[in-house]
């Protein structure tokens, strides 16, 4: 059973820093994009950051991020202990959401392995 668990989340005063890490079981996600996803009340989820998965690598290529979190958020991969990690920096009030980690496979158009979801305050 694919397994994708979230944690890391919390509340922090604007210009903080927080950790998020997604815990992946159950398969292999090599040839599978992996991201960060987020939601705030009355907004879509919009994706934050990804990456590509292969190679023997912990990913490949180069980072996706929206372009309100470039230079400010980081994704990364530990692929021995299978894990995604979105390091935050410099946050602000609007990215208060919940945090979503998801993977799909490579070729896919839309991600179908998801994370239950951590919730991120920043208050000013």
């Known amino acids: 059973q694919v397994q994708l668990v979230e944690s890391g989340g919390g509340q922090v005063q604007a210009g903080g820093s927080l950790r998020l890490s997604c815990a992946a079981s159950?398969?292999?996600?090599?040839?599978?994009?992996m991201a960060w996803f987020r939601q705030s009340p009355g907004k879509e989820r919009e994706i934050v950051a990804s990456i590509k998965v292969g190679g023997g690598l912990p990913y490949y290529g180069i980072p996706y991020y929206t372009d309100s979190v470039k230079g400010r958020f980081t994704i990364s991969r530990d692929s021995a202990n299978d894990t995604l990690y979105l390091q935050m920096n410099n946050l602000k009030p609007e990215d208060t959401a919940v945090y979503y980690c998801?993977?799909?496979?490579?070729?896919?158009?839309?991600?179908?392995?998801w994370g239950q979801g951590t919730q991120v305050i920043v208050s000013s």
């Open positions: 998801a993977a799909r496979w490579i070729a896919a158009s839309d991600y179908n392995y």
């Open positions: 159950g398969r292999s996600f090599s040839g599978h994009a």
